[in-house]
């Protein structure tokens, strides 16, 4: 199907775990966003990609990698999970000079 | 002070009235604004952009005001399925979102 993907859609881990959430869109959007969402908060930007194999650090990046080797992937990785990373984790995907972004389903992560 | 500011609610709503509220930002160099809603911690959904001269869409009307750096939403003869948060949202040079913590409104019958 069209659109945009995220998986898994809950996943618990334990601290000091590595953990990747994986995003994929079919639309060969150029832009890809990696957002947090917290209670008293709002959405926090974490990492964003303009095109494959570049990324830029967002609002809240420590302790997060992402990578973009092909356009349509946009990978997030704890690379060691904290409780304070339990969140709802929302992917969105932008065309260049479009002006909607569209988000997938969200993974809601619980690190115990 | 935070980028973007709103009242986050919730604005207990009946059925049929009229609902408004603002959204404050302080990042002047703002380019483009919107709002989006949110249901049940669901993904953001684009609701409208935000235009200088003001818009509407249906039973909903944007307005942006540059001078005191805050757009508004107002929604008219509210239905039940308006309840939802709304995320006020705003894109400064980058490409980049950056958004409101929402305000929540409780349409009721």
């Known amino acids: 199907d069209a659109g945009i993907t995220q998986s898994p859609r809950y996943k618990i881990t334990e601290t000091g775990r590595q953990v990747t959430l994986m995003c994929h869109q079919t639309w060969s959007h150029s832009y890809m966003f990696w957002y947090r969402q917290d209670l008293g908060h709002g959405l926090r930007l974490i990492y964003y990609?303009?095109?494959?194999?570049?990324?830029d650090k967002g609002e809240v990046p420590d302790g997060y990698v992402v990578s973009r080797s092909k356009t349509e992937n946009f990978p997030l990785t704890l690379e060691s999970a904290t409780r304070s990373q339990t969140s709802v984790y929302f992917c969105?995907?932008?065309?260049?000079?479009?002006?909607?972004?569209?988000f997938g389903s969200g993974t809601r992560l619980t690190v115990v | 002070r935070k980028e973007v500011e709103q009242d986050p609610g919730p604005f207990n709503v009946p059925e049929g009235a009229t609902v408004a509220f603002n959204c404050t930002y302080s990042?002047?160099?703002?380019?483009?604004f919107f709002w989006y809603r949110q249901d049940c911690r669901k993904e953001p959904k684009l609701l409208m952009s935000?235009?200088?001269s003001g818009n509407e869409d249906g039973r909903f009307t944007a307005q942006l005001n540059r001078a005191s750096q805050y757009i508004s939403l107002l929604i008219r003869d509210s239905k039940l399925s308006d309840s939802a948060t709304y995320l006020c949202v705003f894109e400064a040079a980058g490409n980049k979102l950056t958004f409101g913590g929402g305000t929540r409104v409780l349409v009721k019958p």
């Open positions: 990609s303009a095109a494959a194999d570049i990324t």
């Open positions: 990042n002047s160099a703002s380019q483009s």
């Open positions: 935000v235009y200088s």
């Open positions: 969105a995907s932008r065309d260049l000079g479009g002006n909607d972004y569209t």
